[in-house]
């Protein structure tokens, strides 16, 4: 699935639509440039994400690893 949005969304929102199932974001205004490229990558089953979505998948995940550490 691609998120499509008019409006920049927040980190929180996309992160929660990732844990949902989403597996790209693409701005209304890149649309007509990068539709076709993202369907085929998440065809493929390889994301489509604004960096600061990918700097947040990594953060939440590390904080996971971390959690169940000296358990």
């Known amino acids: 699935m691609v998120l499509l949005g008019r409006r920049r969304a927040s980190t929180a929102l996309l992160l929660e639509a990732v844990r949902r199932g989403a597996w790209g974001h693409l701005a209304e205004r ?11 990558m998440v065809a493929a089953r390889q994301s489509w994400l604004p960096r600061r979505l990918s700097a947040a998948i990594v953060a939440e995940l590390t904080k996971r690893g971390h959690a169940g550490e000296g358990n």
């Open 30 to 40: 890149d649309l007509s440039r990068d539709l076709p490229k993202a369907v085929r």
